[in-house]
């Protein structure tokens, strides 16, 4: 009779660990998507000014609540990993010129301009310079998207190939690209001042590309000269502290320190 009782309780606890099991997998799930995040308009911080004020009044885009894709737009690793690794559906291919610049220590830096494909709204000649995120270069999809959306909208579009990121391009000097190096790029931009002497220009980077033209501007006032603005995407301030933040596991920071110092090293070891 004991036999029998003890026989008849096991399908029920199976479907009870099968449940806790589906209920521990749903959550890892809820966390991992960060589906409970609420969405909300992005927090602006700014001086009010005449130029803010423009810039509010003709990109409405900046007060507007972000809708994010469902499921897995609200996940920013889900987002890195499919952008990174897929890229677009159909990601767009615009045509340039590469071309090389020789500079004082004998390392040949490139960069490719791509001409634009419409007039500007303005009338003027407006011209991109374009620094990307680390070892990247003008073959990235983000860079290509991007330049793509510029050329139809009138800008003339200069960008920099970080130096040893371009995996057909050797390195004719003992270095590459650092941190905050602005050689490669203010040669970049002394080459588009000069041949083109009636261009403005709008001084774009991503992430380190931030720092460096930022830092660029600052170097010397010379170098602001014919530039309307400056645009600085993702950029990270303090490199130090993010040498830090980089070493904690909290939302898989060390994981995305491993794959960034992987990718340096292959870099490195390619022009050995």
Not at 120 to 132: L, N, Q, R, S, Y
Not at 209 to 238: D, F, H, M, P, T
Request: aromatic share 10%.
């Amino acid at each position: 009779m004991s036999t029998i009782l003890e026989t008849s309780e096991l399908p029920a606890v199976f479907d009870g660990v099968k449940l806790a099991a589906v209920a521990a997998v749903l959550y890892v799930i809820v966390r991992c998507l960060n589906l409970k995040s609420p969405t909300a308009p992005p927090e602006l911080i700014y001086q009010d000014s005449a130029l803010a004020r423009f810039l509010l009044k003709s990109c409405p885009l900046l007060t507007k609540e972000y809708i994010p894709p469902l499921i897995w737009g609200k996940s920013g690793h889900i987002q890195t990993a499919l952008y990174g690794k897929m890229g677009r559906v159909r990601s767009p291919h615009p045509h340039g010129l590469r071309k090389y610049l020789t500079m004082p220590d004998g390392a040949t830096a490139t960069f490719d301009l791509f001409e634009p494909r419409s007039e500007h709204c303005t009338g003027e000649d407006v011209t991109m310079v374009i620094c990307p995120g680390i070892a990247n270069h003008s073959e990235k999809q983000y860079i290509r998207t991007f330049v793509d959306y510029a050329q139809k909208n009138g800008y003339r579009c200069a960008v920099l190939n970080h130096l040893g990121a371009l995996p057909n391009i050797e390195l004719t000097s003992p270095r590459m690209f650092t941190y905050g190096c602005t050689w490669e790029f203010s040669a970049m931009v002394n080459y588009i001042k000069k041949t083109y002497p009636q261009t403005q220009l709008v001084v774009v980077g991503f992430s380190l590309g931030g720092n460096i033209v930022c830092k660029y501007l600052g170097e010397s006032q010379a170098n602001q000269e014919r530039v309307l603005c400056c645009v600085s995407l993702c950029q990270g301030y303090s490199a130090l502290r993010a040498q830090e933040t980089f070493m904690q596991w909290d939302h898989c920071r060390r994981f995305y320190n491993f794959l960034m110092a992987d990718n340096m090293k292959k870099i490195i070891l390619s022009h050995r």
